[in-house]
């Protein structure tokens, strides 16, 4: 599990803290002090790139530092969101596609190359369901057995987030945890500037461009409502990397599988397993 479990924690990384580089600035405040673009004031400049183009709503006349702050304070204050990225070479790539709230329920599914996809149930931090593909089983959790396998398939392994098979699904649920980094977060980016107004989603929405160490990137803040960061490109160690973000505020809905689909852990590690 231990390839998984780090794959998985660069992703959610990556959704969670790389990604909002370009629209979190700081600790949110003012304009004193570094932001995460260079001095605090660098990048607001009358006129040229950081004047932006189009209408900016609820943004306009702020400085691209402005709505960097903005779009922190908007995320880290989110009951719930759902983080959807995707990233890596042409040979290996990592998708995470998580809906999670602070209570620690999340629901979605994880895949990366060689390692196969898992769906992912988790209610209140503590119950698990994980509901692997035939390449998952074998690869991450050890089912080598191809009649096994085709016995596993389609089944919802169940546990708790104690238990060292679900340690990576739950630890990609916790929302509480993954903000806290977001709001902490000081980067050291520089020369962020406002780029055009579009939409995302049927959101309108304004451009944030930064050039920092790890080449180009770009984020688009909604300027209808609140500025929510909506989606972020660029690059996550040279390779391209993507995050939307959407159902601010939006209830989890955990379901939980049909008892006749679920296995537990403690049936899964003995070998009890019934057709």
């Not at 790139?49 to 960097?68: P, V």
């Not at 089912?143 to 987030?161: I, N, S």
């Not at 977001?182 to 304004?206: C, F, K, M, R």
Request: hydrophobic fraction near 40%; charged fraction near 25%; charge should be negative.
């Amino acid at each position: 599990m231990s390839s998984m479990r780090r794959r998985v924690h660069v992703a959610v990384a990556v959704a969670g803290l790389a990604a909002l580089t370009v629209a979190c600035g700081g600790d949110g405040g003012g304009e004193d002090g570094p932001g995460p673009f260079g001095e605090a004031g660098e990048s607001s400049a009358a006129g040229g790139d950081d004047a932006g183009s189009g209408d900016l709503g609820t943004l306009e006349g702020l400085t691209a530092r402005e709505i960097s702050d903005r779009a922190q304070e908007a995320l880290v204050s989110v009951d719930s969101v759902r983080f959807a990225m995707s990233g890596g070479s042409a040979s290996e790539t990592m998708t995470v596609d998580l809906h999670l709230d602070r209570s620690g329920s999340c629901v979605g599914s994880m895949s990366a190359t060689g390692m196969g996809t898992a769906e992912v149930i988790m209610r209140n931090g503590e119950e698990v369901w994980m509901k692997p593909d035939a390449e998952f089983w074998r690869t991450s959790l050890g089912a080598a057995d191809p009649e096994l396998v085709a016995l596993l398939d389609g089944r919802y392994l169940h546990g708790t987030a104690d238990d060292p098979e679900m340690a990576t699904m739950s630890g990609a649920c916790a929302l509480d945890a993954i903000l806290d980094d977001v709001s902490q977060d000081s980067g050291t980016d520089e020369d962020l500037t406002i780029g055009e107004t579009t939409e995302h989603d049927g959101v309108p929405a304004v451009e944030l461009h930064a050039d920092n160490a790890d080449g180009p990137s770009t984020m688009l803040v909604a300027t209808e409502g609140e500025p929510y960061p909506l989606l972020m490109t660029g690059e996550d160690n040279g390779q391209p990397m993507e995050v939307g973000l959407s159902a601010f505020n939006e209830p989890v809905e955990v379901v939980e599988p049909p008892a006749a689909h679920i296995l537990e852990v403690a049936d899964f590690r003995s070998g009890n397993i019934q057709a």
